[in-house]
Antibody
Framework: EVQLVESGGGLVQPGRSLKLSCLASGFTFSNYGMNWIRQAPGKGLEWVASISSSSSYIYYADTVKGRFTISRDNAKNTLYLQMTSLRSEDTALYYC???????????WGQGTLVTVSS | DIVMTQTPSSQAVSAGEKVTMSCKSSQSLLYSENKKNYLAWYQQKPGQSPKLLISWASTRESGVPDRFIGSGSGTDFTLTISSVQAEDLAVYYCEQYYDTPYTFGAGTKLELK
């Protein structure tokens, strides 16, 4: 069974940094691209970043480009999101997600909440 | 960026009713080489992670009830629930995966009439 477990969220002041992790299990992590998707409180879904299986291809939403860095450690089955220069508008539930063979986001974690506030 | 526009933003429904919701993209999601539409539908219930219902605009995921029907091509897509059940009350999102940045619609919320 595919499992994605996010961690690392919390309350952080504007301008500070935070690093999220997503521990994957139930599949061969090194074979799949991975993604971060966020959802602000009471709002819709926003794709944040994607990384290919070998980290060769990385893409970001314009809203986080230059501030966030997606990375992975295939030996540890873990996906990361390093967030710097955090803003109040980055407050959201951050999901780790994986596409299936039909390319939809079939697998989601439970999310980790990031609150940016002074 | 491809903009996804969902209508209506909310809809009040009664159990057993047929429901349709729309998703329009600002450019075609039909890839000419494989004739596939790069469009997915998700269901999100309160306090839960989104659930993938449909990929390629009309391919239902395993385990998804056949009352959920995806249709459309190019820029206009529809999710139909043939006979709404109480457990279908949720927010429904469409997503284009034709190109990065991947983008979602703002959602259609199904509420009880």
């Amino acid at each position: 069974e595919v499992q994605l477990v996010e961690s690392g969220g919390g309350l952080v002041q504007p301008g500070r940094s935070l690093k999220l992790s997503c521990l994957a299990s139930g599949f061969t992590f090194s074979n799949y691209g991975m993604n971060w998707i966020r959802q602000a409180p009471g709002k819709g879904l926003e794709w944040v970043a994607s990384i290919s299986s070998s980290s060769s291809y990385i893409y970001y939403a314009d809203t986080v480009k230059g501030r966030f860095t997606i990375s992975r450690d295939n030996a540890k089955n873990t996906l990361y999101l390093q967030m710097t220069s955090l803003r109040s508008e980055d407050t959201a539930l951050y999901y780790c997600a994986r596409r299936n063979n039909n390319y939809g986001f079939a697998y989601w974690g439970q999310g980790t909440l990031v609150t940016v506030s002074s | 960026d491809i903009v996804m526009t969902q209508t209506p933003s909310s809809q009040a429904v009664s159990a057993g009713e047929k429901v349709t919701m729309s998703c329009k993209s600002s450019q075609s999601l039909l890839y000419s080489e494989n004739k596939k539409n790069y469009l997915a539908w998700y269901q999100q219930k309160p306090g839960q992670s989104p659930k993938l219902l449909i990929s390629w605009a009309s391919t239902r995921e395993s385990g998804v009830p056949d009352r959920f029907i995806g249709s459309g091509s190019g820029t206009d897509f529809t999710l139909t629930i043939s006979s709404v059940q109480a457990e279908d009350l949720a927010v429904y999102y469409c997503e284009q995966y034709y190109d990065t940045p991947y983008t979602f619609g703002a959602g259609t919320k199904l509420e009880l009439k």
